[in-house]
């Protein structure tokens, strides 16, 4: 009726046999976004295993050979309208998988008197075809509904979704295209190997070192009277440039939230936030956190984030507050079930650490906030985010977010008609507006960016803060609303996981040498086993085996499924298994060891420059040079900042094992030795064997047992 257009435009069974016969020869899919191409997380055995793997499977498209295969894992047919198309379509492919999305409900009336659903059903039985009907849902629903239906049946069966859509709505177009990013980030937004390691390792240290827990609402004893105290949350959108002078205005009557990289403009222009949040577990957010602020300005703040966050981020600041986050590996772990338990866990925190603050402070229980700088998206590419922050020097951009292409992504705006946007901030805004409708608030948003249903928008001239005892809010703030007990028996579970004599077994049966794949059916088959490995692992849960493996086995089965024919090649099949048996002793080493804090890292140049100047302020320091090709000038120009901020420097040769031999009875007064690695500073990538400079560097320590020794290297082994 819209496009007084018919549906039909002569006999229907011949529109709906060449609609179908058009799609069958050239088709439209989706493959799973799998791989990673940044560098900050390079090092993940996730992601080099999957980058390898891709290397010895991608094959050339070939021309004039698209047409869709007679056998197929997963299909969309995304709007059915009278449902003719539907047993034409089942009689031409074997689908393991079938989804019907139909949003009209009218439509799907319809097709119950002119469609016999009788015999659709009897034939999916008797070809083992998995039917999910998706009636009426036009919206957020039907991409809610695809996440959990694939997280049932397993992600890797949608590594390569064919998307048939027979009949055109213009009404349906924005939602087609979500539904297109909807289906790629399937994995990508779920958790990994490596995080799922790293957050074992980090929320073991919290709960070791007593950091408090944020308690469940009704276990918080917080006065009524104090929930309504203003909260500002801060984040780094280029509007926080224009909001500064009024955050700055209000600060002493409103507890300030930092948000990630906000934190650098803020206290660049003299704002201390009484809180800092961080949501990444990677150590980059040492680095930026490092180079942007003091030890001083730091006591002053308390961070807030979730159970993963990285130990050297809070050894950051004076104290520390963590919630449980949701979802994760090691929640379900270290808190048990959410109904049993005594903490809260928060459900929206992603995927930015704007999420996660407006999750944790309405969780908390405050119910007046105001969001500034939380833009989800920019009018202008080169206002990307606030110019106060690391993403600009002097003004200008020096990061790489402009060379990134988003696309014609736009969100309606808070204060204009529309802003442009990325699909990460798309995702942000919807989980933050499901996240405030769970709640009884009154969330304002200042921000000049993208506007988020369930918020007020709200001009800065209209800001009204009364003065309050803030100092006594946040006291009772802090005592009442967090708690470090009744973890032990969780932590002494999670050993018990991680040291169970069955666990090496019970991995080893996951290798697939010696495997022969010639079909579809037998790509289909090693998948349902690998994955029967991890669910006989979580009924039984004597190991770790199905938290470490989830994510990497359906990984290596989304990609075995999305290139069939590539991986039933006996030579390529060979490669495949080899690399697979590679990375699964790998994690069997991590596990024996003991598994690692991450050691990711950003602008590590200008966060060591940074740190050391502040661990040399003030103190003698000593510069031993163990790089036979790097003068005396050049090391003390990259040592500019230790030399400018420390009461005396020299500069040392490293042939010498005993430093007392090499300086002047004035320089014992020495209290900081700094060793640079010839590694990191010559460039040169086949530079002499790191176990020489670590020979010498045992011995260097053992000459001055008394001596704080720092090590400037980007190589891990050392």
């Known amino acids: 009726l819209t496009t007084e257009t018919l549906l039909y435009s002569g006999d229907i069974d011949a529109c709906a046999n060449t609609n179908l016969e058009v799609f069958l020869r050239h088709p439209s899919a989706e493959t799973l976004s799998i791989g990673y191409s940044h560098s900050k997380h390079e090092h993940y055995i996730q992601h080099r295993f999957t980058n390898k793997v891709q290397e010895v499977i991608a094959t050339p498209t070939e021309l004039g050979n698209s047409a869709m295969p007679l056998q197929i894992s997963c299909l969309?047919?995304?709007?059915?309208?009278?449902?003719?198309?539907?047993?034409?379509?089942?009689?031409?492919?074997?689908?393991?998988?079938?989804?019907?999305?139909?949003?009209?409900?009218?439509?799907?009336?319809?097709?119950?008197?002119?469609?016999?659903?009788?015999?659709?059903?009897?034939?999916?039985?008797?070809?083992?075809?998995?039917?999910?009907?998706?009636?009426?849902?036009?919206?957020?629903?039907?991409?809610?509904?695809?996440?959990?239906?694939?997280?049932?049946?397993?992600?890797?069966?949608?590594?390569?979704?064919?998307?048939?859509?027979?009949?055109?709505?213009?009404?349906?177009?924005?939602?087609?295209?979500?539904?297109?990013?909807?289906l790629k980030?399937?994995?990508?937004?779920?958790?990994?190997?490596?995080?799922?390691?790293?957050?074992?390792?980090?929320?073991?240290?919290?709960?070791?070192?007593?950091?408090?827990?944020?308690?469940?609402?009704?276990?918080?004893?917080?006065?009524?009277?104090?929930?309504?105290?203003?909260?500002?949350?801060?984040?780094?959108?280029?509007?926080?440039?224009?909001?500064?002078?009024?955050?700055?205005?209000?600060?002493?009557?409103?507890?300030?939230?930092?948000?990630?990289?906000a934190l650098k403009a803020l206290v660049h222009n003299d704002i201390i936030p009484d809180y800092h949040a961080e949501i990444e577990q990677n150590r980059a957010c040492y680095d930026w956190i490092a180079q942007s602020t003091s030890p001083e300005q730091r006591q002053q703040i308390t961070l807030?984030?979730?159970?993963?966050?990285?130990?050297?981020?809070?050894?950051?600041?004076?104290?520390?507050?963590?919630?449980?986050?949701?979802?994760?590996?090691?929640?379900?772990?270290?808190?048990?079930?959410?109904?049993?338990?005594?903490?809260?866990?928060?459900?929206?925190?992603?995927?930015?650490?704007?999420?996660?603050?407006?999750?944790?402070?309405?969780?908390?229980?405050?119910?007046?906030?105001?969001?500034?700088?939380?833009?989800?998206?920019?009018?202008?590419?080169?206002?990307?985010?606030?110019?106060?922050?690391?993403?600009?020097?002097?003004?200008?951009?020096?990061?790489?977010?402009?060379?990134?292409?988003?696309?014609?992504?736009?969100?309606?705006?808070?204060?204009?008609?529309?802003?442009?946007?990325?699909?990460?901030?798309?995702?942000?805004?919807r989980h933050m507006q499901t996240c405030i409708s769970h709640f009884t608030a009154e969330v304002f948003n200042l921000s000049d960016g993208a506007r988020i249903d369930g918020t007020y928008p709200l001009r800065f001239e209209d800001l009204l803060v009364l003065p309050n005892d803030k100092f006594n809010v946040k006291t009772e703030f802090e005592n009442t609303c967090f708690a470090i007990s009744q973890l032990q028996p969780y932590l002494d579970n999670y050993l018990a996981l991680k040291s169970h004599p069955n666990i090496a077994a019970e991995i080893n049966a996951l290798r697939i040498r010696g495997r022969q794949l010639q079909s579809h059916s037998d790509v289909v088959a090693l998948c349902d086993e690998l994955r029967a490995v991890l669910f006989t692992s979580l009924r039984q849960q004597q190991t770790l085996t199905f938290y470490l493996f989830n994510s990497i086995v359906h990984t290596f089965c989304a990609l075995l499924m999305g290139n069939i024919n590539a991986c039933c090649e006996p030579e390529q099949l060979a490669t495949l298994s080899q690399y697979w048996d590679e990375c699964v002793d790998e994690i069997l080493q991590h596990l024996t060891l003991g598994f690692d804090y991450d050691y990711s890292c950003a602008d590590i140049y200008t966060r060591s420059h940074a740190v050391l100047a502040e661990r040399a302020h003030n103190h003698h320091v000593a510069v031993i040079n163990h790089e036979r090709g790097l003068s005396e000038t050049e090391l003390d120009g990259y040592c500019c900042a230790i030399r400018d901020t420390c009461s005396t420097f020299l500069i040392s040769t490293g042939d010498s094992v005993n430093i007392t031999d090499r300086v002047s009875s004035e320089d014992t007064r020495i209290q900081v030795h700094i060793a640079l690695s010839h590694i990191a500073l010559s460039g040169v990538s086949n530079a002499d064997d790191p176990t020489e400079f670590l020979t010498w560097l045992d011995s260097l320590a053992m000459a001055s047992p008394d001596t704080t020794m720092f090590v400037i290297t980007h190589e891990q082994h050392i």
């Open 185 to 261: 980030a399937q994995l990508v937004m779920s958790e990994n190997l490596d995080h799922v390691m790293y957050g074992l390792a980090h929320t073991e240290y919290s709960i070791a070192k007593s950091i408090p827990y944020l308690l469940k609402s009704q276990n918080i004893t917080l006065n009524p009277t104090r929930r309504d105290f203003p909260v500002f949350i801060v984040g780094n959108g280029p509007s926080l440039d224009t909001a500064i002078t009024h955050i700055k205005a209000n600060q002493a009557h409103a507890i300030v939230i930092s948000c990630g990289t």
């Open 76 to 182: 969309l047919l995304f709007g059915a309208g009278l449902g003719h198309v539907l047993p034409k379509l089942m009689s031409k492919r074997d689908i393991d998988h079938l989804f019907v999305c139909e949003s009209q409900l009218d439509l799907f009336y319809c097709s119950l008197f002119t469609l016999d659903w009788q015999q659709i059903l009897q034939s999916c039985i008797d070809k083992d075809v998995s039917l999910y009907l998706n009636i009426g849902q036009d919206g957020e629903q039907l991409l809610d509904d695809i996440s959990a239906q694939s997280q049932k049946i397993g992600v890797h069966i949608m590594a390569k979704t064919y998307i048939y859509k027979p009949h055109y709505d213009p009404k349906l177009t924005h939602l087609f295209t979500e539904l297109r990013e909807h």
């Open 304 to 429: 807030i984030s979730c159970n993963g966050v990285h130990p050297d981020v809070v050894e950051l600041f004076g104290q520390t507050k963590l919630v449980a986050k949701a979802g994760e590996t090691s929640t379900a772990l270290f808190f048990g079930k959410e109904p049993q338990s005594q903490y809260a866990f928060i459900q929206h925190a992603f995927p930015t650490v704007s999420n996660f603050t407006v999750n944790f402070v309405l969780a908390a229980g405050f119910k007046n906030i105001y969001l500034f700088g939380v833009d989800l998206g920019f009018k202008d590419k080169a206002h990307h985010h606030s110019k106060y922050s690391a993403y600009y020097q002097q003004a200008q951009d020096v990061s790489n977010f402009t060379e990134q292409e988003y696309g014609d992504q736009r969100l309606p705006g808070n204060f204009c008609e529309s802003v442009q946007t990325k699909y990460e901030f798309k995702i942000a805004r």
